[in-house]
């Protein structure tokens, strides 16, 4: 299951920035000017999991694949976007595309680069964003709502129902809020998945700070000076010490990452995208490979084995199953069978973060 992030924001926010450090890559130009980039910057990172490191140890395979995550770094977005203004356009076109939106927000001042509002206020500038974002949505419902209700008209009952939502949705957006916010009942929210609304994706906040903000600066406060509450996703970073952490030995990087509470942006981003998404990982172990791959939580086994392959959800037998805890406390497969820790399940089974699975199918 791909998982898209797109990095968004003011220009001269940090975003090119941070998209290289989370990459690796110098590959998106980040100068001191809007509109620095244009055409959307794409990198594909490995998900960080101590859990594959310790499986790969054990069973020492001849192959090592990890989960993927792609970062995608999308043109600055500027107020009066949604009417094509800067590069709004652009911009709204390749957000539409990611699963979940990595809103950079600068918290840092610098005399040298310049804010295009003149000044650094991380409320405004999310605002600005936000707003540009809802009045994209207001467009794509407005012309949506003429469509549904000719529709409506002729009878047909799931456009009658289709039609009281968005007009309901219509309203919300109208009064300054994110779609996301407004409450649903669950058939609802099964219409909602058939519309591409920006202000339902789900949101992390990435305040990019100065390197002594990141040591003086709290969470819960910034959180607060943001408008935000305690169900947003926030993460400190400080995208010039992560892309600088790129030029660092391996040792080296540790050393450093240690001294700052042990985990790197990429890990908090990607721990935060995946909680959001509701996204979980079970692994399959053996001496051709260790691999991790992703689910939605709540996934049924066929539903995993079809992560693998479609002939492997059509074919479903059953799944054998060890927690990864097991797994490693029995020393492997053979231990953790002999200790009756391996479990053969069926269709309804719901797979569990970490599960090492093996699939039984006949097509």
């Given at each position: 299951m791909a998982l898209r992030i797109g990095i968004v924001g003011l220009p001269n926010v940090g975003k090119s920035t941070l998209f290289n450090a989370l990459t690796g890559s110098r590959g998106a130009q980040a100068a001191n000017y809007p509109f620095c980039t244009i055409d959307p910057n794409i990198g594909i990172v490995e998900v960080p999991d101590e859990r594959l490191q310790q499986l790969t140890a054990m069973v020492q395979p001849a192959k090592v694949i990890p989960a993927t995550v792609e970062f995608v770094d999308i043109a600055g977005l500027v107020k009066g976007a949604?009417?094509?203004?800067?590069?709004?356009?652009?911009?709204?076109?390749?957000?539409?595309?990611?699963?979940?939106?990595?809103?950079?927000?600068?918290?840092?001042d610098h005399g040298d680069i310049i804010h295009v509002d003149g000044t650094v206020e991380p409320r405004r500038d999310r605002e600005t964003i936000e707003m540009e974002l809802i009045l994209a949505d207001l467009e794509h419902i407005g012309s949506r709502i003429g469509k549904t209700t000719s529709a409506a008209k002729t009878g047909d009952k799931e456009k009658q129902k289709e039609l009281a939502l968005i007009t309901r949705l219509q309203a919300h957006l109208e009064s300054g809020n994110m779609a996301s916010s407004l409450p649903m009942e669950k058939e609802e929210r099964q219409i909602m998945q058939q519309i591409p609304l920006l202000t339902c994706k789900p949101i992390l906040y990435a305040i990019n700070v100065s390197e002594s903000q990141l040591n003086t600066v709290k969470t819960e406060v910034m959180r607060q000076q943001m408008g935000l509450t305690e169900n947003d996703e926030l993460i400190l970073i400080c995208a010039k010490i992560e892309e600088d952490l790129q030029d660092l030995s391996i040792e080296d990087r540790r050393?450093?990452?240690?001294?700052?509470?042990?985990?790197?942006?990429?890990?908090?981003?990607?721990?935060?995208?995946?909680?959001?998404?509701?996204?979980?990982?079970?692994?399959?172990?053996?001496?051709?490979?260790?691999?991790?791959?992703?689910?939605?939580?709540?996934?049924?086994?066929?539903?995993?084995?079809?992560?693998?392959?479609?002939d492997f959800q059509k074919g479903f037998i059953r799944a054998e199953t060890i927690a990864y805890e097991d797994f490693v406390a029995y020393g492997g497969e053979l231990g953790a069978k002999e200790a009756g820790k391996l479990r053969s399940e069926g269709k309804e089974y719901i797979v569990k973060d970490g599960d090492v699975m093996h699939f039984r199918f006949n097509v």
């Open positions: 949604s009417k094509g203004e800067g590069l709004g356009n652009k911009f709204l076109a390749a957000i539409r595309e990611v699963n979940t939106i990595c809103h950079v927000v600068r918290a840092f050393e450093y990452l240690s001294s700052m509470g042990g985990k790197s942006g990429l890990d908090q981003l990607i721990r935060a995208a995946y909680a959001a998404l509701g996204y979980i990982t079970f692994f399959t172990a053996g001496p051709k490979e260790v691999r991790a791959w992703t689910v939605t939580r709540g996934a049924t086994a066929p539903e995993a084995a079809g992560v693998i392959h479609t």
